[in-house]
Each structure stands twice: as structure tokens, then as C-alpha cells.
């Protein structure tokens, strides 16, 4: 294992509201089982392979599931995914955080919001955050375009910034709809080919994507690979980057190597 170089991968714990978006009816309760059910696996895979992850959780989320989130803290990082996954008001950074390190009995130090959403870092500092975790730093259409933002780790309004990684120069995604849309060499190629270039990587995915999703009405680049099949995906990738690094938390990252 190279030990210079950190892979930090991260899960938003969230309500499984994404069939909404699609016109299809699902229950508040409908919705935080599926994502209970997403993190059961998630928590499972990392025990298996003991390795550490960055929790981006709703404070929702975790208020109907405490004990989970407790244990969660025990060996994993939990930040901060706000109050609700489906609203957002400015109030909800510092209450979020607050609910979020009751429940888990540990500093929240990060954010992520909700579907990369735009956030003010007055407001993030302000609300006593050290990080921000909520952009891609590329073209995705229809959704946002950042390809004017810096493709690593920078300060803003004296937070640091950690973007979702896109490979060097032509900034390709190695987001979650990546993983399961690009053929697993390839994904794993511009991987590796990324934490070579910047020493780290930072993935992010959804619990929910881990269980059976293939009933509700989402296009096909959502769900297409799902379930048992994605968990062994996840297992073959975490054991091939390995081999190119140790897997860290952001916020552990952080201190590691300042901005
Ligand atoms: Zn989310």
C-alpha cells in the first residue's frame, strides 16, 4: 500500500426521496427504510473490510435512527447532509450540525447538501463547518456546470473545499452515476490514474443504490446495476485501490495534510 496517497470515500445517508423526482408517490416511511436498509450493507461491506468512510447524513435521517448513527460514529466520520433531503433553509447548516452531534456524540465538521446544491460559505463558516464537500467540478447537463472551479482541495471564505473527483485535464466524473455506467476497467483505470495525479481521491455514493431498487419508475442510468451486484462492484473496487492507498476519512484527511 502506497501511504502517501489517500482514498476517501463517502456515502450520503439520506431519505430515499429520488423516486419524487420522477413523479412516483413514496412514503416518508418507505423512504427512510430503504435508506436504513442501504446503510445495513454499507456499514457490513466497511466492517468487512475495515475501512473507515465519511457519512454525509441528514439530520432526519439520523433522528429516526440514532442508534445506528452512534454506532456509525464509532469508525466512521459523520458530517452533515442538512436537516431534510428534500428542503433546505439556510437555518438548517447549524441545526443539522447540532442535532446531527447529539445524536452521533461526535464533532460534525462537514457538509455535503443535498443533490450538490449551491451553498453560501459565509453561511457554512458561520455555522461552524471546516468543510464543504458539495460540488463536482465538471459539466453535468441539465444539473450544473463547474469547470471553472478548481478540480481539488481549495479555501473558500476560510473553508476548505473538497470537490467531488474528475480525472486530470478533461475532468471526467468519478461520481456514483459513473461507477455504474462506465465498465468497471475503465472506472477503475481513471481512477487509479487520478490518485496518482493528486496523491487522493474522493468518491461519493448512496446507500439506497445498494438494495433492491429495481421497482421504482428511474431512468435506467440510475438503476440499471443495483443491489448485490453493485455491492460486489464496490468490493472488487475497494480491494483494487488498496493496493493504491489507505482509506481515510475526510475529516482525517484534512488534518493530515492541511490546505
Ligand atoms: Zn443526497
Request: one cysteine or more.
Amino acid at each position: 500500500m502506497k501511504k502517501d496517497r489517500f482514498i476517501l470515500m463517502s456515502f450520503d445517508v439520506e431519505e430515499f426521496d429520488l423516486p419524487l423526482e420522477y413523479k412516483q408517490t413514496i412514503s416518508l416511511s418507505e423512504q427512510l427504510e430503504v435508506g436504513k436498509a442501504g446503510l445495513d450493507v454499507i456499514a457490513a461491506l466497511m466492517q468487512d473490510f475495515k475501512i473507515p468512510c465519511t457519512l454525509f447524513t441528514t439530520a432526519n435521517f439520523a433522528i429516526h435512527f440514532p442508534e445506528s448513527i452512534a454506532e456509525m460514529a464509532l469508525h466512521h466520520e459523520i458530517a452533515s447532509h442538512t436537516y431534510y433531503h428534500n428542503s433546505f433553509k439556510e437555518a438548517d447548516l447549524l441545526l443539522s450540525k447540532q442535532k446531527l452531534e447529539e445524536i452521533a456524540g461526535t464533532m460534525v465538521s462537514g457538509l455535503r447538501m443535498p443533490r450538490m446544491q449551491p451553498v453560501d460559505m459565509k453561511a457554512v463558516k458561520a455555522a461552524g463547518y471546516d468543510y464543504d464537500a458539495s460540488i463536482n467540478p465538471t459539466l453535468i447537463p441539465g444539473r450544473y456546470n463547474n469547470f471553472h472551479l478548481p478540480r481539488t482541495i481549495y479555501r473558500e471564505n476560510e473553508v476548505n473545499r473538497i470537490p467531488a473527483s474528475v480525472t486530470p485535464n478533461v475532468r471526467i466524473p468519478l461520481f456514483w452515476l459513473a461507477f455504474k455506467n462506465f465498465p468497471f476497467p475503465l472506472y477503475k483505470k481513471l481512477a487509479i490514474q487520478t490518485i496518482r495525479h493528486d496523491g487522493y481521491i474522493c468518491l461519493y455514493f448512496h446507500p439506497w443504490e445498494f438494495t433492491n431498487i429495481s421497482s421504482y419508475l428511474l431512468p435506467g442510468y440510475i438503476k440499471n446495476i443495483y443491489g448485490i451486484r453493485l455491492q460486489n462492484m464496490l468490493r472488487k473496487l475497494i480491494s483494487d485501490l488498496q493496493k493504491e492507498g489507505e482509506f481515510i476519512t475526510i475529516r482525517d484527511y484534512l488534518q493530515k495534510s492541511p490546505v
